[in-house]
């Protein structure tokens, strides 16, 4: 995952350096300056995420497309992590099926491309689709999905997301009864 606290002094201190304001996305993308046009862009859909309601995360995600370079609309790895992001925004939202078709999207573009994922937004996609999949009832498809989720937590050795798998694990056996 990013640190939304990072990325903001980061993007403020960068900001204040160059003399212009943080929220001007179009200036980077004519400057071509694409490692803070990231940075931007995670911080504004963290910040959405995380502050404000779960519907304008996925509405900052979709539109966020609209201000950023072409080199990262064609980056494979950014767009992943937009993806996913815009999929956790509506499973908080409850909205589960525009959820699941961007999950299983992200599912799928992790299989195809060869580029190197962060394991920690790697975990929260298989937490996700766990819960998803808590959330429709579907006992094996959840314990799958919790058991990668968990083997990867145990691989990266992160005692944090370890906790979070068990916390999911306990979720599925709490609703079976």
Known sequence: MYDAVSIARFVINYSNK????ISN???QKIMGNTKLQKKIVLYKIYTALHYY?????????TNITKDISEALLNDKKFMFDIRELKAHSYLNAGRLKNSERYLNECLTMSLIHSFDIDKKILFDM????????????HLSLAENYNILGDSLAKEINAKDISALSAITKAKIYLYLQ
């Open 18 to 21: 160059q003399e212009y304001g």
């Open 25 to 27: 996305l179009k200036l």
């Open 53 to 61: 309601s779960p519907i304008l995360a996925a509405e900052v995600c």
């Open 126 to 137: 298989y937490d996700r689709l766990s819960g998803l999949y808590i959330k429709y009832n």
